[in-house]
């Protein structure tokens, strides 16, 4: 078996992920969704810009990106000659008895040797002692987030464990260069025990073959291409997590409850559920699978005032609705809809940002439409502590609009 830094980075974000990738047929898998193509591409310029400005000088392997254990012998035959940077190499370690790890989860056998595969972007060189000579590597990753995030902390740790067996030396910096060209150092003191855990129960998960549960999560899981295959098995078995706002330390809570699907959820005692999870929450909940199982819509109460009694019913009222990448501090796409009911008509606006530079002509956009209809009322739906600084741009720019926002708590998480 073959364990790459992607499958890792899988597995810290979702194990089932990571086992669905080796074990189940990828004709199975859903097609890429044109939102991810666009990453990747912007990933793809990114990282073309570092290397302009910072590393122009690169070399690199030459061996197909497939054949992984040429380019490694490539990368470090490059290592061995003191290249100053090298690009897109390939650390491989087939002897996974090196990490001292095997004792922990097991010796594989014979047909499921481990070995372990590290693509960092860059490989710097570095003055000092190592089995090259006076000289040794560190990796750096390139990432497109504009803060450190866990997993490429990870990653970062997973490169600089691989470089160590490869030189015989651990490199005493890891880095990782995100958007606008921010650095951050990696802390392997405290990075390199999490990664070598982590690694520890992806290994153990997948020489076992423990399919992990599924759970969906709607932020995580859309983007996912496994995401048709894990709805459609959650569905099959009315999966807790298919109620909106089951989190997984509610979904524990119910469990624990002996509350096990959608329908033991809608026809569990609201008392019960309350005091574990509190009343408010056990409401909401009880009502959301309440409206699964009976395949129709329930008007929401959650004890505030009903929103209705306080806005105007106009002839034109704008329905507006944004979504946003808040890593990248990105408002793509804005829409309204436009409701006239007089002529009992409904028109959708969609102003779509398809690249970042974009996002000031849809505001553009946005404001042209808006400003047509000065006496239409905004209904927008947010919660307390998530403001989208277009709408309240908007706002204070026009003080006279009439802009009515339905408020949602911060959820309870007790």
């Known amino acids: 078996m073959l364990l790459t830094d992607a499958l890792l980075l899988d597995y810290k974000r979702c194990p089932r992920r990571a086992f669905l990738n080796v074990y189940k047929n990828s004709e199975e898998r859903d097609p890429e969704r044109d939102f991810l193509l666009k990453l990747r591409q912007e990933s793809h310029n990114h990282v073309a810009t570092v290397l302009a400005e910072f590393y122009p000088d690169y070399q690199k392997p030459q061996a197909p990106h497939q054949d992984w254990e040429t380019k490694a012998k490539e990368t470090e035959a490059l290592m061995q000659q003191g290249v100053e940077c090298i690009y897109q190499g390939a650390l491989l370690l087939s002897d996974f008895q090196a990490w001292d790890l095997l004792s922990q989860v097991g010796v594989p056998t014979q047909s499921e040797r481990l070995s372990l595969l590290g693509t960092p972007h860059l490989l710097i060189k570095r003055p000092g002692i190592s089995k090259f000579g006076d000289w040794w590597y560190s990796p750096v990753s390139i990432q497109l987030g504009r803060r450190p995030k866990p997993e490429y902390k990870l990653v970062a740790a997973f490169y600089a464990q691989l470089l160590a067996s490869i030189q015989g030396v651990f490199p005493t910096?890891?880095?990782?260069?995100?958007?606008?060209?921010?650095r951050y150092t990696v802390d392997l003191l405290e990075w390199l025990p999490r990664m070598r855990e982590t690694l520890k129960d992806a290994v153990q998960m997948l020489l076992a073959r423990r399919e992990p549960e599924v759970f969906i999560s709607r932020q995580r899981c859309s983007l996912c291409h496994w995401y048709s295959h894990c709805y459609a098995l959650?569905?099959?078995q009315q999966h807790l997590s298919l109620v909106p706002g089951v989190t997984p330390n509610r979904y524990e809570y119910l469990q624990a409850m002996g509350v096990d699907s959608v329908a033991s959820l809608a026809a569990a005692c609201p008392t019960n559920l309350g005091e574990t999870i509190g009343r408010e929450?056990?409401?909401?909940l009880k009502q959301q699978a309440q409206a699964i199982v009976?395949?129709?819509?329930i008007r929401k109460y959650n004890g505030f005032l009903d929103i209705r009694q306080t806005i105007p019913t106009t002839r034109i009222e704008l329905y507006f609705d944004i979504e946003a990448e808040p890593e990248r501090n990105l408002d793509y796409l804005l829409g309204i809809l436009l409701v006239d009911r007089q002529a009992n008509s409904e028109h959708f606006y969609p102003f779509l940002a398809e690249n970042p530079e974009d996002e000031g002509l849809i505001w553009q956009q946005f404001v042209a439409v808006v400003s047509a209809y000065e006496d239409a009322p905004i209904h927008y739906r947010n919660q307390l502590h998530r403001k989208h600084s277009t709408l309240y741009l908007y706002y204070k720019m026009n003080p006279n609009v009439m802009l009515y926002v339905s408020v949602r708590p911060r959820p309870n998480h007790r």
């Open 173 to 182: 910096t890891s880095e990782v260069v995100l958007r606008r060209q921010n």
């Open 294 to 297: 009976e395949q129709r819509a």
């Open 281 to 284: 929450v056990a409401a909401q």
């Open 234 to 236: 959650a569905q099959s």
